[in-house]
């Protein structure tokens, strides 16, 4: 191997294990965020497919921002899979902040009908919901963070009198 060929690579490898350094996420301070799903509108509700928006807040307790780079999730109704899918937007959380995000969802709920109705017919009577994920942060060496949330919805707070 010739002399120039080696100079590069110890510097390329040099120049890794400095950028490597540098990634405090990739060390023991790493602080995970914390993930909300804050509200859930209702894009279009046809028939055979539902759009919906899911916004969520990222809030980053660390002192270096943060680096978001999608999400993958699952919403469940009752056990039954309502949705499913990932979202590939890319932005940066700074260091001690928060930001906000939104991830379009579509589904199909007619496979469900029945059940959703039953659901329905007592308006006053809660529904549990799960929200499961993992955020994928990082850029060249990310974690996933893995969020769950659950929690309950009254259908009579969203039916118009």
Not at 5 to 30: D, E, K
Not at 81 to 90: K, P, Q, T
Request: net charge neutral; glycine share 6%.
């Amino acid at each position: 191997m010739n002399y120039q060929a080696q100079t590069i690579r110890i510097i390329s490898l040099v120049w890794i294990f400095a950028l490597l350094s540098g990634c405090s996420w990739m060390t023991g301070n790493f602080e995970n965020p914390d993930v909300k799903l804050m509200k859930v509108d209702v894009v279009k509700a046809r028939l055979l497919e539902q759009q919906f928006t899911l916004h969520f807040r990222i809030d980053n307790p660390n002192d270096f921002s943060l680096p978001v780079r999608g999400l993958a999730y699952k919403v469940k109704l009752n056990d039954v899979d309502l949705a499913e899918g990932e979202s590939s937007v890319w932005f940066t959380v700074p260091a001690n902040g928060r930001q906000f995000f939104e991830v379009p969802v579509q589904t199909n709920l007619w496979r469900h009908m029945k059940y959703i109705v039953k659901l329905l017919e007592d308006p006053d009577k809660p529904i549990r919901y799960s929200l499961e994920g993992d955020v994928k942060t990082g850029l060249l060496f990310g974690r996933t963070v893995h969020i769950a949330r659950n929690g309950e919805i009254i259908p009579g707070d969203f039916i118009p009198e």
